[in-house]
Nanobody
Framework: QVQLVESGGGLVQAGGSLRLSCAAS????????MGWHRQAPGKEREFVAT???????DYADSVKGRFTISRDNAKNTVYLQMNSLKPEDTGVYYC???????????WGQGTQVTVSS
């Protein structure tokens, strides 16, 4: 089983930046792709970004050009650099990791990001 702990959320003004981190522990040898989803109040959880173990990335159209996902396999950590933040980026950001042998995703507890206008 993989455990994930997010950090780096907070309150920022529109146009500002935040960097989220997600540290993995447990069965880390079993991790494939890692990524981020977010959930705004009253809305469903949505995809933000993902990165494979080889470093290939994919982004939601709403964050392309503003967010950058990266990972440090030596530290078992994935990052989300968020620039040019907008109020609509507000929500709880969840880290996830694909557990290859289980065929399922592990999820973190989430970190709150609030962007004020």
């Amino acid at each position: 089983q993989v455990q994930l702990v997010e950090s780096g959320g907070g309150l920022v003004q529109a146009g500002g930046s935040l960097r989220l981190s997600c540290a993995a522990s447990g069965s880390i040898f079993n991790i494939g792709a890692m990524g981020w989803h977010r959930q705004a109040p009253g809305k469903e959880r949505e995809f933000v970004a993902t990165i494979t173990s080889g470093g290939s990335t994919d982004y939601a159209d709403s964050v392309k050009g503003r967010f950058t996902i990266s990972r440090d396999n030596a530290k078992n950590t994935v990052y989300l650099q968020m620039n040019s933040l907008k109020p609509e980026d507000t929500g709880v950001y969840y880290c996830n990791a694909y557990q290859v042998s289980r065929g399922s995703y592990a999820w973190g507890q989430g970190t709150q990001v609030t962007v004020s206008s």
